[in-house]
């Protein structure tokens, strides 16, 4: 019953009303008794504070959602976002793991390819919570996944601009014959692809996304859409050409985190724990080289 409950009282606010200890013994089929012994053995652990005010009911004046967490069946979170192969996935990862959740309990990362995989295994409460690009996370919403959106971090959180890049220093759009380049797995390549290729004759090679420099390289590919973190600063010059106008509002670059729908504890304790500005402020510490990434 103190699982039961503890999990109830974090997906409340200080001042909401909670249900008589009638109406928890008929929901969870439990004695009164035992459920007046779960309320004072929370109160007496500090993790909550209840009010009582007669016929208008008992109400929550405080909440300790790390000591709620700590006595449910949760030991520890764990998050999926993707392989951490760029400075700005290092960063995310690096400020998460630096976050005031992660210092007050225990919280693991671990890493997948792919916004479908992440998002199947999340569904079958393998993880958490998972990070996605904004514009990957409201098309499966679309799709009728049982998913939310709870934390938000802003564009370029999650890659940067997005550009076509071409094998051949004289390309410039794509062409009939073209072998092109699309990673399946992430439906923010998919989109962008098919929407650059769309009434073009083109050869779509599938292929996990961080390859494809290796394959524009080697010839194997003659266009592959990138970010501009993977293709800028290296000791190749691909012929690139900008496409995140084809997206809205720049959702392909904005990181997100989603959780199920029916895990309201794990949405309240994210959200008010992660704090956005802390983990953008590592991220930008480590994309700058001035924080040694740390995941």
Not at 57 to 63: A, E, N, P, R, V
Not at 90 to 97: I, Q, R
Not at 113 to 138: C, H, M, P, T, W
Not at 286 to 295: D, G, I, K, T
């Given at each position: 019953?103190i699982n039961?409950l ?10 909401d ?13 439990l004695g009164?008794?035992?459920?007046q ?19 208008l ?7 300790d ?8 069946d ?10 951490p192969?760029?400075?700005?996935y ?8 630096h976050?005031?959740f992660a ?6 990362l671990?890493?997948m ?26 098309h ?5 996944y049982?998913v ?14 997005h ?12 062409e ?9 797995t992430?439906i ?7 929407k650059?290729?769309?009434e ?9 996304y961080?390859v ?37 509002q ?12 029916d895990?309201?504890e ?13 983990v953008?402020?590592?991220?930008e510490q ?10």
């Open positions: 019953m039961y503890a999990k109830e009282f974090m997906t409340k606010d200080e001042g009303r909670i249900m008589t200890v009638a109406d928890y013994a008929e929901k969870y089929y009164r008794g035992t459920v012994s779960a309320l004072k053995f929370l109160c007496d652990l500090d993790a909550v504070s209840l009010d009582k005010r007669g016929h009911g008992t109400y929550l004046t405080k909440i959602y790390l000591k709620l967490l700590k006595v449910t949760i030991n520890f979170i764990v998050g999926v976002m993707p392989l192969y760029t400075k700005r290092e960063g995310l990862a690096t400020g998460l793991n976050s005031e210092k007050k309990f225990a919280m693991n671990a890493y390819r792919g916004a479908i995989n992440r998002l199947e295994s999340l569904l079958q409460n393998r993880y958490d919570f998972a990070v996605l690009s904004k514009l990957a996370a409201k499966y919403i679309g799709e009728g049982p939310e959106i709870i934390l938000s971090f802003g564009k370029n959180s999650f890659v940067g601009n550009a076509l890049v071409f094998s051949n220093g004289k390309s410039h759009t794509i009939d014959g073209m072998r092109v380049g699309v990673d399946s992430s923010d390549h998919v989109i962008i692809t098919k650059l290729t769309k073009k004759k083109v050869e779509l090679l599938d292929m996990p961080n494809m420099r290796a394959k524009l390289f080697e010839g194997e590919l003659d266009a592959g859409v990138m970010t501009l973190d993977e293709v800028q600063g290296k000791d190749i010059n691909f012929n690139t050409k900008i496409v995140d106008e084809l997206l809205p720049g959702e392909n670059t904005e990181a997100v985190i989603v959780v199920k729908r895990k309201k794990i949405q309240k304790i994210l959200e008010k724990y992660i704090v956005k500005a802390d953008l402020r590592i991220q480590v994309v700058a080289h001035q924080m040694v990434p740390n995941y």
